[in-house]
Structures are given as C-alpha cells and as structure tokens.
C-alpha cells in the first residue's frame, strides 16, 4: 500500500537557525502535499501545502519543496523561532477527498 | 467561531464496552474525517464522510462505525472496545475534498481500553 515516511524522528536545533524536515511518499500519481505542526496536547495544525504541477512554494519563514522525480518533500524553517517546537507531520492525498496518509512525524526541538 | 469541537477529551473505557465520539463543526463544512494517532505513528484514516448522510470507509475501519445524519456533526461509535483501540483520535473537516481544501483538526480524545 502507499507509505509516507520521514527521514528523522528528531531534529534539534539553535534558535535562529535554519530547519529542515524531510520526507519521502511511494505513490508516484500523489497530487497533493501537505505539511502540519502538531504542538502538544493539540491537533495537527496546517503549515503549508503544496500540488504537484509545483516544486516550490513560500509560505511566512515556511518553504515547501516538492521532488517528483525521487518522490521526495521537505519542509523549510527559516530563522527557527522556540514556538517552532512541535511535531511536523508531511501528509499525502490518496485519491482525492482528502484522504490523506500521514507519515509518523519529526520533533522539532529548538535550543537557545 | 469554535471551529471543530470533539467530545469528550479524555475516557477510559472496559473491555467490551461501548461508547460514541461526538465531532461538531461549525464551518459549514461538506467533509469529515476521523482519525487516530498512535506512538509513533502519524495520523490514520479510519472512516470518512462526503457530505450529510454519507460514510465511507479509511484505512483502519474495523471495529467502529460513523454516522453522519446532519451535515455539522461526525459521530464515531464503538461498539466492542478493545484494547487494540487505545488512541488519540481526531476529528477533522474541510469546506470540500475533491477540491482540495485545508483540513481543521480538533483538539483529540485520549481513549484507553482497559
């Protein structure tokens, strides 16, 4: 079946640093991509997406980059900020109706 | 606007027992969708509904079942818990699916299964 998986389980960073999470899809037909922050306690809150007719797109301090060709997504954080701390999760269409399939997520832990 | 509300937050439930989720939005949303999330895991989708009166079925249906009867509620029930279904579970909706469109999330229900 279709997986979506991520690189990292854990990411620690200096604040004011830059962050990236990657992830990784097996699906090549996947039309639509989409990054959530998860804070504890919380429900996974939406970042930025992204389709696949895009390899790039820009969101505030938030880049989405989209490689078709290895099936590859990552998440850019720029000047990473401690309310930046959270669970990110990459989240994948599976045939529309926003039936999405989630991979496990990345902590993101920001130091100062 | 409270957006998408889950009741209740926490249970703790028997063997065997059985109870019912409740997801309210106030959006006016065509599509909703359970979830749950496991240690570990992302989010899994365990039914989905298309609009008013529909269901369909996720990756992780068995053991529960939805109803949809009005368009603003999501009602995810068990009928036999199980250890098995010991989660956090979520509810979410999206002003459409097919056109794709930002799913909101509710705050969870932490469920355990003793």
């Known amino acids: 079946g279709e997986s979506v998986g991520l690189h990292l389980p854990t990411l620690s960073v200096q604040e004011g640093d830059n962050s990236i999470i990657n992830c990784a899809y097996s699906?090549?037909?996947?039309?639509?991509f989409i990054w959530y922050k998860q804070e504890s306690g919380k429900g996974p809150q939406f970042i930025i997406d992204?389709?696949?007719?895009?390899d790039k797109r820009q969101g505030q301090r938030v880049t989405v980059l989209l490689n078709k060709t290895v099936k590859h997504l990552s998440l850019q954080i720029a000047a990473t900020q401690p309310g930046d701390s959270a669970v990110y999760f990459c989240?994948?269409?599976?045939?529309?109706?926003?039936?999405?399939?989630f991979g496990a997520g990345t902590r993101l832990a920001v130091h100062p | 606007n409270a957006g998408v509300t889950q009741t209740p937050k926490f249970r703790v439930l028997k063997t065997g027992q059985s109870m019912t989720l409740l997801c309210a939005q106030d959006?006016?949303?065509?599509?909703m969708y359970w979830y749950r999330q496991d240690p570990g895991m992302g989010l899994r989708l365990i039914h989905y509904?298309?609009?008013?009166?529909?269901?369909a079925k996720g990756e992780v249906p068995d053991g529960y079942n939805v109803s949809r009867l009005k368009k603003q509620n999501f009602l995810l029930g068990l009928e036999s818990a199980a250890p098995s279904q010991t989660s956090v579970y979520f509810c979410?909706?999206?002003?459409?699916?097919?056109?794709?469109?930002?799913?909101?999330f509710g705050q969870g229900t932490r469920l355990t299964v003793v």
């Open positions: 979410a909706s999206s002003l459409l699916g097919g056109v794709i469109a930002e799913a909101f």
């Open positions: 699906n090549s037909a996947s039309d639509y």
């Open positions: 992204i389709r696949s007719n895009m």
């Open positions: 989240a994948v269409d599976s045939g529309g109706y926003n039936k999405l399939i």
């Open positions: 959006m006016n949303h065509e599509y």
């Open positions: 509904s298309v609009g008013e009166g529909t269901t």
